[in-house]
């Protein structure tokens, strides 16, 4: 959700710039823009479209310097347009600011800069309301002939008071024309990094734009201010105290977040699931006790005995696992779970018993809505977990203690692999939870062996690939999709429709299969094909009539099944894919990887653009 990306060296900026920009494409691509000191100018490129449009450009008009910032937008305030793209500038052009987030009060400090006399607005943003802010508190500070380092203290000063005013969220990172070798970050509920380098410093939105050039990061917190020079920087509080930060080692390379021999990341990241499943649950089992071990919670055996109920809180896709928890959690301990969208359990007075324990789940960590739940459920007093991937995120280190996904950094847009390992940890707590209730030692190896079976399995079901692909060729002229599963397999059934609809644009509904004839019937014909996750569980016959009825109106039905499923669904569906047999609670683990690949191969036969499809952004770090 808009990437920074700002440097501060003796190298040229704009290469490394545009480079770490790519780097955040997934995280807005609607504008681009640049801007480098040179020489005691602002030297700005900027322009709606992708990086490449952004890249194009800067061939025609080159810029040069070692100082700069620049932006990829995922537009909130004001519309995809080349004035609206980043950097955005004060009123005396000299200081050019890009920004993540949204300033909720932007209008009332526009129409008080406006009293005072500055109408030198540019743009619709609320990103300009505050580099005119900060420029202006910094040019009456700077009334009178001033040497560099005060004019940096000054500006620093500027920035401080300005953000002082500001409600809503912000990841800033911005430069002066008159200020050589300095640039300024700040960060409130949007992330921001620094990269330590030799002679040459960083910030950015996200660590991979920049571990390239250096794997040491300092991760920001709320309210930290970052001064930046070529061979120091500080960090102090928005009052100007001075904090301490560790310097942190990236666990991942450059190379990591490579696309490989693969043409999309999304299809890498399917393709990666036999392993990062099994790295979800490296470490995690423990076969003699027949149960997990999952040592970051920070929980004490009694303190986990004495949990009464469970929240499972995300959005998107996460929450989706969080379904799937749902059924697990209750299969397995036995007690009850609920699952709440991170955005309204935030502002819902939901009743919580002293029992409760809340987990946020969240790929990037960064997700607005869910560090809202988070810091909601603490503030009420609950103790409250994280289930991320990314290690240094905000929800990582606000949470009272949680399990990692170890994933590797996932940049398609579409969620997949986090999906499957969240899925993996969900499972681990519902083994555990279970073994201190009523979920006996011979259950309990029962689902130790189900989970060591699943990386083994999941390759099974990639080779179906090229089946699925075929597929897809097939329905290519389909108007839509809808997609049925019942209990365990529910949650697996929204989750390949939200696939579907953010990577090929069709429409796409996922329901129990049983409300099928509580109304979504009458979308059924035979433009629509209908998707049934149906193995051969308790609950096939079932889901076998609902494929009949649909059959019966001339619905075509593509059929994800197990077990002796195709020998009663031959005939009946038009197309029959076939998953290893499994437990049911660990059958969604399977069960979405065909309807992944169905949506991936569907997307590439509609030339969608699958890893950056539209209106989309990964990491939505605003509300
Ligand atoms: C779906 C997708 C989104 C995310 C949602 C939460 O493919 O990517 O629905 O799942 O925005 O993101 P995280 O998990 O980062 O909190």
Redesign the pocket.
Known sequence: MCGIVGYVGRAQAAPILLDGLRRLEYRGYDSAGIAVVDGGRLETRKCAGRIAALTQLMRKQPVSGSLGVSHTRWATHGKVTDQNAHPHFDASGKLALVHNGVIENYQALKDELIRSGDTNFRSETDTEVLAHLIGKLYDESCASTVDIPEKKARLLAAVRAALRQVIGTYGITLVHADIPDFMIGARRGSPLVLGVGDGENFLASDVSAIVAYTRDAVYLNDFDVVAAGRDKFEITSLAGDSTEHPVSKVEFTAEDIGKGDYPHYMLKEIFEQPNTVRDAMRGRLDPDECTAKLGGLNMTPPELRDVGRIVLT?????LHAGRVGEYLIERLANFPTDVEYASEFRHRNTPMTPETLVFAI???G??AD?LGALRESRRKGFRTLGICNNVASTIARESDGGVYMHAGPEIG???TK?FTSQLAILTLLGLLFGRMRNLSATDGSRVIGALEALPGQIEAVLELSDQIKEIAKKYVDANGMLFFGRQFNFPVALEGA??MK?ITYLFAEGHPSAELKHGVIALVRPDLPSVFIAPDDSVFSKNLNNIEQVKARKGPVIAVTSGNGPKHLKGIANEIIVLPEAPEYVMPILAVVPLQLLAYHLAVELCRDVDKPRNLA???TVE
Not at 314 to 318: D, E, I, L, Q, R
């Open positions: 995300g959005c998107g896709t996460a969240s790929q990037s960064e997700t869910t847009v579409a969620a986090s939200l696939k953010e990964k990491s939505v």
